[in-house]
């Protein structure tokens, strides 16, 4: 790829935890990257000479988003449930299953390109890494077609068998639970990196604390890292279960005790809180109290949940808006937890930072400085660049057209 200086960055937002708010903001400064990693990082006028050369024009730029919670491998259409919940019907798990339908039978070529279609919507708004799950195919071939499909794209692929138990098996849940964690683990196994369960008591389609702990367990065994969608619809056992197994995030988060928080606090080194806020705002759902979070010392991470029911959204600096507004962070504990607390929530130290020796994955602001991302809400001013998503060269495949 050759070097490559980019200079005329107004702002340069590094994320690489110095300074009172962590952001390592530098002024005209200039970056050089040399075959997709970042090789120097200094003020613009000492920029060594490249190959190439990019000039800013005085944009902001940030880490690219890092987002790490997202079901992109569906088909279908849920507009009308969306519709329903803006009327006051509240969301319980079931509407998965009519995703599941639609899933199942849909061809491996509309999937591929529905995938790619929300893969490069997500990078115009400066996504450049993006973790991927399955869960809408809930048998051995379509849950490995779902990672088959997703490993085209990223190398953050997640094995949600356990999404909810499908309707062929609501009369043997402890079935269910044993196919997931035995043969269709087996199967998937060589196509993800993760496991991930929804461990939600309140809903009668998810998995309760002690299923969730077979199937994480199970998983764990086969090499894979763990992941909890926890304490969604109301208190539960998924924070604590997290951090029992040592699971690199539990996601959701929006119902949490005290002693949740607490085991959070403790379990900062190893285990990240990851909330998604699209979710509370498509489903008239309370907020998680970001804020009591940080303030406790936990790690915090924010993503989409791009998924068709609860938030069919993949812009990042919506997510990063919403947080500002609803969750109490900051502008500055939004953006991080975006960005490096994502990547931290992935076990990732190669993204979400510009560091010498990180990748060289940006987003680009047609703005001044990193608060537009909250200040203007709903404004594209984001684009990622390069103009692919983690992985996808890695995986020898031809990024699209960018935007």
């Avoid at 259409?77 to 319980?92: I, K, L, S």
């Avoid at 086969?222 to 539990?250: F, I, K, T, W, Y």
């Avoid at 791009?306 to 600096?317: A, L, V």
Wanted: some cysteine; hydrophobic content about 45%; proline content about 6%.
């Amino acid at each position: 790829m050759g070097s490559i200086v980019i200079t005329g960055i107004g702002e340069l937002t590094t994320c690489d935890g110095t300074g009172p708010d962590l952001l390592g903001i530098r002024a005209d400064a200039a970056i050089v990257a040399t075959d997709g990693l970042i090789e120097w990082i200094g003020p613009a006028g000492a920029a060594p000479a490249a190959d190439d050369r990019i000039d800013l024009e005085g944009r902001a730029v940030t880490p690219g988003f890092v987002d790490s919670h997202s079901h992109l491998v569906f088909a279908g259409d849920r507009a009308e449930e969306f519709a329903a919940r803006m009327a006051g019907q509240p969301y319980d798990g079931g509407g998965i299953g009519v995703t599941v339908g639609a899933t199942r039978e849909a061809a491996d070529e509309e999937l591929a390109a529905l995938v790619a279609s929300r893969v490069a919507e997500a990078r115009a708004q400066g996504t450049t890494t993006l973790e991927i799950k399955s869960g809408y195919g809930l048998t051995v071939a379509d849950e490995v077609r779902a990672l088959r499909l997703a490993s085209r794209f990223t190398t953050e692929t997640t094995f949600l068998g356990a999404h909810v138990v499908p309707a062929e098996f609501a009369a043997d849940r402890e079935g269910y639970v044993e196919l997931v964690s035995g043969p269709m683990l087996a199967a998937a196994a060589p196509y993800a990196r993760w496991i991930d369960v929804f461990c939600e008591p309140n809903s009668p389609h998810a998995f309760d604390g002690d299923e969730a702990r077979t199937i994480l367990r199970a998983g764990a065994a086969a090499g894979l890292g763990l992941r909890v969608h926890g304490n969604q619809l109301g208190p539960g056992p998924g924070v604590q279960l997290a951090v029992e197994l040592r699971a690199a995030s539990v996601d959701h988060c929006a119902h949490l005790t005290d002693a949740d928080v607490a085991a959070l606090r403790d379990a900062r080194e190893q285990t990240v809180a990851t909330l998604l806020p699209g979710v509370e705002f498509c489903t008239h759902s309370p907020y998680p109290d970001a804020a009591r979070m940080v303030t406790a010392g936990a790690s915090i991470a924010l993503a989409t949940d791009c998924n068709p029911g609860t938030c069919y959204s993949s812009s990042m600096p919506w997510v990063i808006s919403l947080a500002v507004r609803e969750l109490g962070l900051t502008p500055a504990q939004a953006l991080y937890a975006a960005t490096a607390g994502s990547a931290r929530s992935l076990r990732r130290d190669d993204i979400g930072r510009l560091v010498i020796g990180a990748r060289a994955d940006l987003a680009i602001l047609d703005a001044p400085s990193y608060l537009h991302l909250a200040y203007r809400p709903g404004v594209p001013i984001a684009r990622a660049w390069p103009p692919d998503v983690q992985g996808r060269r890695a995986n020898g495949i031809s990024p699209p057209s960018a935007p």
